[in-house]
């Protein structure tokens, strides 16, 4: 489930900045707000929130702002990292189930950076998640490294969508509806992940406008907190299960010696840690939601693992894991705490 949720979030906090194309002169805009409603109807989508003891059919409603932001403070950047900000509400209703009826009111703050070394191409992304919801709070890290640097493709959103009339429609994946206002935001509707039935003339679970404006200065921000080599001694001999599906989606091999992990600071104990050796190169590709994203005028992210060693640890509350590659380099990293 945290996998789940860590990737849909990496997906959700790359805003990107868009072009307004009409009209006679070429507008330069940028997101300023997410709005609108997503019925969680299939199992998947409940369990990502923590919601897997109640029955389907919750609706999340979002107001999220958006703000470009430059990062100042990073001592071993090529480039000022650039990217953007989220805070907002999201207010979980019609949960139902265990215990009767309920709903969740909870602030999401996000902060994705990109470290670019050309035009175009990323070396190192971060990103920084506070889900403030009670007892199904989370905070989330995550730094990716790529090499080679990562092609961010203009054209995207056009390759994944064809024209239709009044709009453009998703090619592949959930069916997707995508059609921009008059007062230049996006409108999109469709279904979402898993839910196969789903087509255009059925209900749809998905109704989220965006909303954009012409692009203002960047605002500036602290780099977020540096990662630092941790080596721990474990309380047991047991496997960590923080990240199980992620480490079958990287392909582990055989079990291997502990590594030493890089972690933001903490303090927590170490109750497992394990390595596995990964010899899959050019596997798995990481872009999750990317159709629902690419619609709303908002750029996705991908992440490409290569051969090296996989590392995890398991603490009270929360787990760490990275993957080292064979030169010694930190080319994927994830912290959290619920």
């Known amino acids: 489930m945290v996998e789940w949720v860590v990737l849909a979030i990496v997906v959700f906090s790359t805003v990107g900045i868009g072009l307004d194309l009409g009209g006679e002169e070429e507008v330069e805009m940028e997101v300023t707000n997410i709005s609108g409603s997503i019925i ?14 109640y ?15 430059l990062s100042e403070g990073c001592l071993d950047c090529v480039s ?6 989220l805070h907002g509400s999201v207010v979980v209703t019609n949960i139902t189930g265990v215990g009767g ?20 191409l990323v070396i190192r992304e971060w990103l920084n998640v506070d889900w403030d919801a009670g007892s199904e709070s989370v905070h989330l890290q995550m730094i990716m490294t790529h090499d ?44 979402i992940p898993d ?29 977020l907190q540096s990662w630092e080599s941790v080596q721990a001694t474990p309380s047991s001999d047991e496997t960590p299960q923080s990240f199980a599906n992620l480490r079958q989606i990287l ?28 010899s899959d190169s050019g596997g798995p590709a990481f872009a999750p939601l990317n159709s629902w994203f690419e619609a ?14 996989w590392t995890e640890a398991e603490f009270d509350d929360g787990g760490c894991g990275g993957l080292v590659d064979e030169a010694g380099h930190l080319i994927l990293a994830i912290y959290f705490i619920q």
Do not use: N, Y
């Open 40 to 53: 969680l109807s299939t199992r998947s989508s409940m369990d990502a929130i923590g919601l897997d003891e």
């Open 195 to 223: 839910a196969f039935t789903c087509h255009s003339e059925t209900v749809h679970s998905v109704d989220l406008t965006s909303t954009r404006a012409a692009v203002r200065v960047p605002l500036k921000v602290q780099h």
């Open 101 to 120: 009826q309920g709903r969740i009111e909870s602030m999401l703050s996000v902060t994705h950076l990109q470290e670019f070394v050309d035009e175009g």
């Open 148 to 191: 080679p640097p990562r092609w961010t493709l203009d054209d995207r959103f056009h390759a994944s969508f064809s024209p239709v009339e009044g709009g453009e429609e998703s090619r592949v994946g959930p069916w997707l509806f995508v059609e921009t206002l008059l007062d230049h935001s996006v409108h999109l509707r469709g279904c």
């Open 80 to 85: 000022s990292p650039v990217g953007i900000q």
């Open 296 to 309: 709303l005028e908002l750029s996705s992210t991908t992440f490409i693992p290569s051969v090296g060693t």
């Open 251 to 278: 392909g582990v091999d055989s079990e291997v010696p502990a590594e030493i992990l890089s972690c933001p600071a903490t303090d927590e104990g170490v109750l497992a840690m394990k390595s596995w050796q990964v």
């Open 55 to 69: 029955d389907r059919g919750a609706v999340a409603t979002l107001d999220i702002d958006v703000r470009s932001v």
